[in-house]
């Protein structure tokens, strides 16, 4: 089979979705490799190193390839260049793609990694959302760090004591452990919060402090039903209340806040409104990690850094993990390798399982149908 890796088109996308390393082994397996000229160069994998692997360079990878692997779907054109009958595997923000019928006229058989059921154990190599997250989580405090113009960590000078930062996380999954992780590490005093209970063992195993929220028996319960699914909870109005008050104390407090919350299929929970941001200190600063879908900070908008009147920097940065190309490639070219290799069968031949429950999970367009069923 001849699989093909374009290159990327979508505006600051510099991450590529094969390696040399993952090349190696699908030739190894048996496949031949077609990579679009300079489509690894942004991530710091040029065209000899490919072509040492044995993958050969052209200038279409769509032609001829029965298999597309990428990062970000197919747009517009590029849709128009795959082969009939052909499959591509990548993240199509399946919720919000618009082209999902074009796909389907083009008997495209479309697999969206986002999908991907987090609580199976045998997906959790393949997983893209938390790979791509941790990195981000990580990058997302250096760049915060690179905006605030004081110190992180103590200090004890001739000249006088610097002060620690004080950094806020919201959202607690794989991006805000991350985060925290390297908050800390840098010398910071870390707060969090997250709408799951069960992140507070988490966030104290880190270091961090845990902003409690006061919760009845019923919403003790439906978070932990949610839990259990990977995703968060969608709370009472009195547990909303609760949460916005501390929240509001600790953020107009804070010199760094990060905000980490995304909801599958919907736009990004609001976690700080303006009337918060009004009360922090000149200087302070704030990164929405959820900008592209919508922001958890009022008065974020995406690819802006955003000044308000009384001094507090709003970084809008979107795709962080493309500002980290080199590894982000590494890794979800890893997990792409490995869900790819559950579409060959014992005999190496390539088959779509509808019944296999990772790739019925993932299937959203197939037989000139749109398999995707939203909201």
Known sequence: MQ???????????????ATPETVKKLINAGHSVVIERNAGVKAAYINDAYVQVGAKIVDDAYLDSQLILKVRAPQDDEIQKLSKKSTVVAMFDPYRNTELEHFANQQVSAFALELLPRTLS????????????????????????????????????????????????????????????????????????????TAKDQVESLGGKWLDVPMSEDEQQRAA???????????????IKDQAAIVDKAVANADIVITTALLPGRDAPRLIKAETIAKMKPGSVVLDMAVETGGNVEGSRCNETVTTEN???ILGIPNIP????????????????NFIETLFDSEKHFSINEEDEIQKALLITHGGQVLLKRG
């Open 322 to 337: 493309s500002t980290v190309a080199t590894e982000a490639s590494a890794l979800y070219a890893r997990n792409v390798f």
């Open 225 to 239: 039903d949610a839990a259990k699914n990977g995703y968060g909870w969608m709370p009472g109005e009195q547990y």
């Open 3 to 17: 699989i093909g890796i374009p290159a990327e088109t979508a505006r600051g996308e510099n991450r590529v979705a």
């Open 122 to 197: 045998r997906a959790q190599n393949m997983d893209v959302l938390s790979s791509q997250a941790n990195l981000a989580g990580y990058k997302s405090v250096l760049l915060a760090a690179t905006e605030y113009q004081r110190m992180f960590p103590m200090l004890m000078t001739a000249a006088g004591t610097v002060k620690p930062a004080r950094v806020v996380i919201m959202g607690v999954g794989v991006a805000g452990l991350q985060a925290i992780a390297t908050a800390k590490r840098l010398g910071a005093i870390v707060e969090a919060t997250d709408l799951r209970p």
């Open 311 to 313: 001094g507090v920097k």
